[in-house]
């Protein structure tokens, strides 16, 4: 099973822009597709975005489409969620995510790895 180590969260000002990376080891990166989701004080995790295994398919939160952009990077065993005009609503706990078989990448049932978070925080 792949371990995911998330990275790149922090403090930023709303309208600003955070990068999160997500490493993967221990397994076939290539054989998995990633999510990206989040969970903020006192709200169940919700879905952000995803990617297929070789990033040519994507899906985004109504939320956060036209600001947020996940990708992948197979040769570095990495995810990425460019995060752009950040709200105070999008602060929260991100979590990486992993999935090795067909399934519904909205729903987090379906992935079977997890990171251990970074958090978000936006200002107003």
């Known amino acids: 099973q792949v371990q995911l180590v998330e990275s790149g969260g922090g403090l930023v000002q709303a309208g600003g822009s955070l990068r999160l990376s997500c490493a993967a080891s221990?397994?076939?990166?290539?054989?998995?597709?990633m999510g990206w989701f989040r969970q903020a004080p006192g709200k169940e995790r919700e879905f952000v975005a995803a990617?297929?295994?070789?990033?040519?398919?994507?899906y985004y939160a109504d939320s956060v489409k036209g600001r947020f952009t996940v990708s992948r990077d197979n040769a570095k065993n990495t995810v990425y969620l460019q995060m752009n005009s950040l709200k105070p609503e999008d602060t929260a706990v991100y979590y990486c995510a992993a999935r090795e078989w067909d399934g519904d990448p909205y729903r987090s049932g379906t992935y079977n790895s997890w990171g251990q978070g970074t958090q978000v925080t936006v200002s107003s």
């Open positions: 990617c297929s295994w070789r990033g040519d398919s994507t």
């Open positions: 221990g397994g076939t990166f290539n054989n998995y597709a």
